[in-house]
């Protein structure tokens, strides 16, 4: 840096560059040593030109002295006139580069910046201003602030004057403005005082911030609270927050109810307090493997211990809570209280019990009564028989009669305990699994009816069938009691019409078995399939009552379902399903 630079550094570095002319400005000591030794020059010169030109020496010493008094006088000039009159001018150029720059700051402002009097008149207003309200400042300027304000605020105007003649300031005052469209907004207000040179406060100043967005934000974030928070109240499972090291944050009231404590106490402790020591070593493996592998865990059972010490059985489904960058912040679970449902579990496995005991007990009498029953009724026939054929002339057309009830009752009773026998040995006998081609196993059993019904009237209709899984012999026995049913049914019919089909149901295949026989009363439906339930008497169609209860066992021990449609004398459709697997 030179001389010249040194010496006006200080007026250079207040100057914009884009106002820097780029001339260096004379430092007035430079000026005096220029004018001495101009002097120096003027006086030797003079005494060279006295001894030529005597006439114009005087002139010359004239001339010297004017000089000479004005080099005498140049510090006085500086120090008194130049220097502070240059003072004056930089302090100018300073103030008008700051008032430029401070223009320039408040037009470039996204904030709105308005300047007022202290009789609330609009004085000045930004661009920010113009972007937020929607006035231009052609048509603001002079309009008095309460233009800005909804119905109902007009009382802050005034407040705040009077704050701002006292010389107080307001920070961020958060209030409703209008702008000019009609649309409210919200805004956030820091407001002083201007003043003047001599301390006087002239007018105010208002910076206005648009945070309307911000308060939607808020007000959808507390709705967004409110709703978690009232869901999470009314959870009837206990919901509680932990932080990564397992102290809990947060609980609602049935989870409190549900442990015994205050949340407040809560707060103080771990979900490892709650936890009876025997589960510590299985759930750090849930936590570890599950939890912290993938962020949540399947549902597991374990134990708390409520405040009075009583020990009870949960069950619990934990998610790890992470922030943004992926790190485990804690965790919060679902916990539910199962003590109920492992008495009732508890009850239903009793009672489960004893009723598969009370009908292994229940099918072994009607196993042992059935055979005990055979001796008899085999004795009946044989003796009927005899009777028939050694002594038919003695008993007359009465007797005759009689003996043949006998028979036919003895023949009855002889089928119903084989029915019996069946229906028991079909509740026993475990399930020889096989895939099944329903499509031949159903010829061969329409095969072997028809020699023993051998109608020219009847119509059997075979559809096509998916394959099934299951004990083929059981499931042989369920088309021949359905198909046995459909032939009996449709004997008072001209034209008798049965139908074997199936179709797909919900991971099912469902088999049906239609006729249009004499019905039955949808009342009666789920009777149909108890045992010894008829829905026609003995004298109407022979049966003992069995067959559809066999059916139903099957079927239910193949992990399927039968039911049954129909209208009396337009026919009647029995369904059953059978799953893709069977168990």
């Known amino acids: 840096m030179n001389q010249a630079e040194r010496a006006t550094g200080e007026e ?28 120096f020059v003027i006086e030797t010169f003079s005494h060279t030109l006295t001894n030529f030109l005597w006439p114009v020496s005087r002139l010359a010493e004239s001339i010297f002295d004017s ?84 119905p ?23 209030t409703i403005r209008v702008r000019k469209d009609g649309k409210q907004i919200h805004v956030s207000l820091t407001v002083s005082p201007i003043i003047d040179g001599k301390g006087k406060i002239i007018g105010v100043s208002a910076i206005a911030r648009d945070i309307t967005g ?104 934990v998610w790890a809570i992470r922030n943004g960058h992926g790190q485990r912040m804690g965790m919060w679970a679902i916990v539910r209280d199962i003590t109920e449902r492992k008495r009732t579990m508890e009850e239903l496995q009793r009672r489960t019990m004893e009723l598969e005991a009370a009908n292994k007990e229940l099918e072994a009498f009607t196993y042992s009564a059935s055979h005990d029953l055979r001796s008899p009724l085999i004795a009946i026939g044989g003796l009927s028989r005899t009777l028939a054929e050694k002594y038919s002339t003695d008993l007359g057309a009465r007797g005759k009669e009689i003996l043949h009830t006998i028979r036919k009752e003895a023949d009855r009773m002889s089928q119903l305990v084989d029915d019996l026998l069946s229906f028991s040995r079909f509740g026993r006998q475990a399930l020889q699994l096989s895939d099944i081609d329903m499509n031949k196993l159903v010829r061969n059993v329409l095969d072997e009816l028809k020699l023993f019904e051998a109608r020219e009237t009847l119509d059997l209709n075979l559809k096509p069938l998916p394959p099934a899984r299951g004990d083929q012999a059981m499931i042989r026995q369920v088309f021949v009691n359905l198909l046995s049913n459909a032939i009996k049914f449709t004997r008072s019919q001209q034209a008798a019409v049965i139908e074997i089909g199936s179709k797909l149901d919900d991971g099912t295949n469902t088999y049906y078995v239609r006729d249009n026989g004499v019905g039955f009363d949808m009342t009666d439906a789920d009777k149909l399939f108890e045992v010894f339930k008829r829905g026609h008497s003995s004298q109407e ?43």
Not at 547 to 562: F, P, S, T
Not at 574 to 582: A, E, G, K, N, R
């Open 67 to 150: 000089v000479l008094l004005i080099a005498l006088l140049s510090p006085v000039l500086y120090f008194y006139v130049l220097r502070p009159l240059n003072r004056s001018l930089a302090e100018r150029e300073r103030v008008e580069e700051s008032s430029s720059r401070l223009a320039a700051i408040v037009e470039s402002s996204d904030d709105a910046i308005i300047g007022a009097s202290l009789d609330s008149m609009i004085v000045s207003w930004n661009a920010g201003a113009e972007r937020i309200y929607g006035y231009s400042s052609e048509e603001i300027r002079g309009q008095p602030s309460s233009i800005l304000v909804p």
């Open 214 to 317: 911000r308060k939607l934000a808020e007000e959808a974030l507390r709705e967004s609270e409110e709703r978690y928070r009232g869901l999470f109240e009314a959870s009837r499972d206990g919901i509680v927050f932990t932080d990564a090291e397992g102290w809990i944050l947060d609980a609602n009231s049935a989870y409190c109810e549900m442990v015994g404590y205050e949340l407040a106490e809560l707060r103080q402790m771990t979900y490892r307090q709650l936890t009876p020591p025997k589960w510590k070593t299985m759930e750090e493996t849930i936590v570890r493997d599950q939890i912290l592998m993938r962020g949540y865990c399947d549902e597991y059972e374990k134990e708390y211990v409520r405040k009075d010490g009583a020990v009870f059985p949960i069950s619990i489904r």
């Open 12 to 39: 250079n570095r207040s100057i914009p560059p884009q106002h820097y002319s780029g001339k260096p400005r004379q430092s007035p000591i430079r000026l005096v040593i220029i004018l001495t030794f101009s002097i």
């Open 152 to 174: 109902g605020r007009a009382h802050e105007i005034p407040q705040i004057t009077e704050r701002i003649k006292r010389g107080e300031r307001v920070h961020h005052f958060e």
């Open 541 to 583: 169609f022979e049966g003992t009552g069995v067959g559809l209860a066999i059916v139903k066992r099957i079927v239910e021990r193949h992990c399927g379902r039968v039911w049954a449609e129909g209208k009396p004398n337009e026919g009647a459709t029995f369904y059953f399903s059978l799953p893709f697997f069977v168990f």
